[in-house]
């Protein structure tokens, strides 16, 4: 089975949740809706769009397993709510904020975060985190400095029945209510016990069931875990852990070996969270190189005793390597002038020259016709793609009417992560994806840029490596490429 499968099959029980309302000033618009992967890489996952007619109304539905964080992006907000398995909810959009151009492609721009509104009843979980969370935001931040400083311990004690009497006020006994409260207990109890992680895991996490999908767990645990595998080697009690860095190469299996010398972590789930939580950080501060974490991540995803465990070590592989050549280029589904639906995983079977463009920049103009010759000369081999990201979609068709093109034209408001999944900083941006689905070319030429002879070479290094595999094989139209000249 292979990865993806595994991790496919991994929850097969799920209940629908349903999503509707009324907001005229998104008529027309398709609104994403996300998770999270997992809370150590905290990677958006694309759960649904919505599609908001013309007259402003949208209903949805889709599967969850649990309780599941979710959110919308909105433009200049983002709108989360907390979504129960067979729940229905009816939600108010906040009126329509576009986002500045300036801001449309700047990577640091946070939208607004926002509670999405509920209108019908469904309960009191999201009020009731709502109105914990404004409390516990106020004292924590207010206090966690002194709390670290002079790890008052007693002020810690004071914050935690403060913040328990707001929980009770709430009146709601929802189990993950519950379990999200005492996670940011966990997280005061933590904060003036920093010199201490060891005593914190045996006290809040070592008897407990890893809590995958509750946001305040993983905020404790990156609190405590954090730098967890450099720290925990420098103990006494982490020799184990110190000698399995010197293996050439460690595994993950090694190094979860060596913490089960250590009684606290006992508890498999736990234990793989942390030394992931460990891996992640220990790569992104310069701890480990890139080969090591690599070797850790992979073998992690076969050795690891979760499916959980397996799922996240492949999410920070993914992370670590997006857009690398020779990683999976991240999918969309896009929508052409005429409202066809294209996506990345049809155009399998020949190499794609993926393009973001936009007509209002005199670069992206520049190359249109560019575009259309090199899809004219490579198109037994070659589909070229442009994704406009135009806000005013409507108008391409008119834009483009005027000129002769023949290549592949989408607009991007379909699904506009397409923007953040690629990492697209500037205009033009362009990639070349091989008939395999994986990144060639990243980022890649521009068609004045030499760009016939980079993709001739990826075309013939394709060509070897189909030959390399199937040498017995029939012949193919890569088979055929060494006839033609480029």
Known sequence: MTLMLLFAAFNSTKATVRLHGVAEDYAGYHLEIYKYADYITRMRELVGVVM??????????????????????????????????????????????????ADRFNPFYQPEDIELGIINSTGCLNEAIRNYDLFFNSVYHKNAVEMVRGRNIRKADELTSLCDSVAQLQHCDHPYFQKYVKYRSAQIYATPRLRSTRTVIAQKFANEDVAYEIPSYWDALGLVGQSFIASYSRMKIGDHLKKALEY??????????????????????????????????????GFFGSGLTDTLLITATNQAVSQSSKKIAFDILQK??????????????????????????????????????????????????ALSGIQRKYKRDMIVVGIMTDEESDKLGTYFAKKKIEWTMLSYNYMQSVVL?????????????DPEGRIAISPAPAPSDNFEAAIAGEIKKYKREVQRKNPTKSKSIYDMVSSHSY
């Open 52 to 101: 908001v007619d013309s007259i402003g109304q949208f209903d949805y539905s889709f599967d969850v397993d649990d309780v599941t964080y979710v959110f919308l992006d909105l433009s200049s907000y983002r709108a989360h709510i907390y979504m129960e398995p067979n729940t229905e909810y009816e939600v108010a959009l906040p009126p329509f904020r576009p986002r500045p151009d």
């Open 248 to 285: 050439n190469p460690p595994t993950f299996a090694d190094f979860s070996d060596a913490l089960l010398n250590d009684t606290v972590f006992n508890n498999d789930n736990m234990r793989e969270a942390f030394l992931l939580k460990g891996i992640y950080d220990a790569y992104y501060t």
């Open 320 to 369: 670590k390597n997006k857009l690398k050549p020779g990683t999976k280029a991240p999918e969309f589904v896009l929508l052409d002038v005429n409202g066809k639906e294209h996506s990345l995983s049809e155009m399998r079977g020949k190499f794609v020259y993926l393009a973001f463009m936009h007509t209002q920049n005199y670069t992206c103009m520049k190359d249109i016709p």
């Open 421 to 433: 999944d690629y990492g697209v900083e500037s205009l033009p941006t362009y990639f070349v994806i």
